[in-house]
């Protein structure tokens, strides 16, 4: 079963500065994805950035960009320009190809932004 | 409808009661999951559909839990005699085709076990 490991319970950031969220996982596999969700207090869990294994280039999405080391098996997610709406719990997940359903979640990562 | 939906949101359960949790996937999604969250953690997958076919229930923590998606729609949850380590957050998700696209999530069942 793969592991996936969020080192920070807590961050929190100025209010248009720039956080960094860890995660590493532990896989045998070589194809895969990764994924980075935002579950804010009202409890509805959204898709921030996925990213595939086979793909070099980090993916980003608007003020959210990852960096992917896969050698390290390292995932983080940065956070650029923070806004008092990005406040929330932020999960990173493993999907493995083999068993393409299954998302395993790390623990989270609860950011806070201050004003 | 738009997005996933869930009922109810809340469910307060005496110790022992049956319980049943609904999801309404989006329209037109082959792919059903339920997952537990419990208080600070991560989701734990529970289940898996592929239209009405339960294809993995190995997340089930015990056989007091039970889902069916009879009409390949509409799913329901339900634990049988609930216990006070059921609380949790219970998750469903939905995907467009064989649950390699992009799981969206519903806004979760908060049960309570007293």
């Known amino acids: 079963a793969q592991t996936v490991t969020q080192s920070q319970p807590e961050m929190s950031v100025q209010e248009a500065e720039t956080v960094t969220l860890s995660c590493t996982y532990d896989t045998s596999e070589s194809d895969y994805y990764l994924f980075w969700y935002k579950q804010p207090p009202s409890r509805q869990m959204i898709l921030v950035i996925r990213q595939e294994a086979y793909k070099q280039q980090n993916a980003t999405e608007n003020r959210f960009s990852v960096n992917f080391q896969k050698a390290a098996k390292s995932f983080s997610l940065k956070i650029s320009d923070s806004q008092l709406g990005d406040a929330a719990m932020y999960f990173c997940?493993?999907?493995?190809?083999?068993?393409?359903?299954?998302?395993?979640f790390g623990a989270g990562t609860t950011v806070t932004v201050r004003a | 409808g738009a997005g996933v939906s869930q009922s109810p949101r809340y469910k307060v359960a005496k110790r022992g009661q049956d319980v049943a949790l609904r999801c309404d996937p989006i329209s037109g999604h082959v792919s059903l999951f339920w997952y537990q969250q419990a208080l600070g953690q991560g989701p734990e997958f529970l289940t898996y559909?592929?239209?009405?076919?339960?294809?993995?229930k190995s997340g089930l923590p015990s056989d007091r839990f039970f889902a069916e998606r009879p009409e390949g729609s509409v799913s329901t949850l339900k634990i049988q005699r609930t216990q006070q380590e059921d609380s949790a957050v219970y998750l469903c998700a939905s995907s467009l085709a064989r649950a390699t696209d992009t799981q969206y999530f519903g806004p979760g069942t908060r049960l309570t076990v007293l």
């Open positions: 559909f592929q239209n009405e076919a339960q294809l993995d």
């Open positions: 997940a493993y999907r493995s190809p083999s068993n393409d359903y299954k998302l395993s």
